[in-house]
């Protein structure tokens, strides 16, 4: 009786725990396949290798969130292949061409793909990712099959191009990309669909740049402001941060200027985060400013939202270690949110 009773307490337990977050099962890709068949339900596989430090993040403070759990369990056989020792784990991946960690995979109970990509997504913004498998110009398996069909409309390619960049399987991601800007007409590159292409990888200054800056406008009217507004943010940011890093060798004082003038013509909702890039990107190229930055920033801190806090922080604290004094750096170091942001900046800048 004892005896039945201390199985009964850790199936208790081992249900409870499953329950807080994702449950993932002890299964090969084919049995995880089969028992979501049965169970009307698809395959979540979480990819990961024992180097791999987002890897770690996720298994830690990702998956084990009540808010994973109530949104997997219902729906999802889910189970982790190591791809880092040999043996199913590296078949796995190879089967789906896994190059990038952590890459996560959705199949269907006939062992279809639905939808794959790589890297860590932090909070529950995961959820988010996780539904664009079911979403028809998102979803990486549907998306393939018309392309690999035949089909090449352009919102059709550019769909695809944007999901296949996301699953880092394909080396020539970059040659593909390019070729399919240059055989796209004006009108036809102005789309929701295309706009990835005028993010990170057209840079401030670059032609694509200039495509988006000039087409702004139409841009706004198909792919809504905020959506494109956001996508100028992150190339400026980009440019600021490799100025303030030192890694922008072609960027003066006069350049400078002019790209602070472009930047606010192109009329972004306000946002103290873009004078102290620039006052910043100025401190690194003069080599003075410093002490006159940090009080500024001392001032705006609490104006401005989190992420635009620690990102900032990031690359000025590095960029200007040796402007800073030991004070000011530890003093900028609290001011940031999350820790293991800070703890690498505090890394960096020993």
Not at 62 to 91: H, V
Request: charge should be negative; aromatic fraction near 10%.
């Amino acid at each position: 009786m004892k005896k039945n009773i201390f199985v009964f307490a850790l199936l208790l337990l081992t249900l409870t725990v499953c329950g807080q977050g994702i449950c993932f099962q002890d299964l090969t890709v084919e049995q995880a396949v089969e028992q979501a068949e049965k169970e009307n339900k698809y395959v979540f596989i979480d990819f990961y290798t024992d180097w791999c430090g987002p890897c770690k993040l996720m298994a830690t403070q990702i998956f084990p969130m009540k808010e994973m759990g109530d949104y997997f369990n219902p729906k999802y056989i889910s189970i982790k292949q190591n791809a880092g020792k040999g043996g199913n784990g590296e078949k796995s991946a190879e089967k789906f061409g896994v190059k990038a960690y952590p890459t996560f995979v959705i199949l269907d109970g006939k062992g279809e793909l639905v939808h794959m990509f790589a890297g860590g997504v932090l909070n529950v913004s995961f959820i988010d990712k996780m539904e664009e498998a079911f979403q028809p110009d998102k979803a990486f398996g549907a998306l393939k099959k018309r392309y690999e069909a035949g089909e090449r409309t352009p919102k059709l390619v550019a769909s695809y191009l944007e999901a296949l960049q996301n699953t880092y399987t394909a080396d020539n991601i970059h040659e593909l990309m390019e070729e399919f800007y240059k055989s796209t007409s004006t009108e036809d590159k102005i789309c929701a669909e295309c706009l990835f292409l005028f993010d990170l990888h057209a840079r401030v200054g670059s032609e694509k740049d200039e495509f988006l800056t000039e087409h702004r406008d139409h841009f706004r009217k198909v792919a809504g402001r905020e959506r494109v507004d956001e996508v100028f943010k992150r190339k400026y940011v980009a440019y600021y941060g490799q100025v303030i890093h030192g890694h922008d060798r072609t960027t003066n004082p006069e350049t400078l200027k002019k790209t602070n003038e472009k930047l606010a013509s192109l009329g972004l909702p306000d946002n103290p985060l873009y004078g102290l890039l620039q006052a910043a990107a100025a401190a690194k190229l003069s080599g003075t400013g410093a002490e006159e930055l940090y009080k500024t920033i001392k001032t705006t801190a609490s104006k401005m939202n989190a992420n635009d806090l620690d990102m900032y922080l990031y690359y000025t604290i590095i960029g200007l270690k040796d402007q800073l004094s030991d004070t000011q750096k530890a003093d900028l170091l609290s001011l940031m949110n999350d820790k293991a942001t800070q703890g690498y900046v505090e890394r960096s800048i020993k």
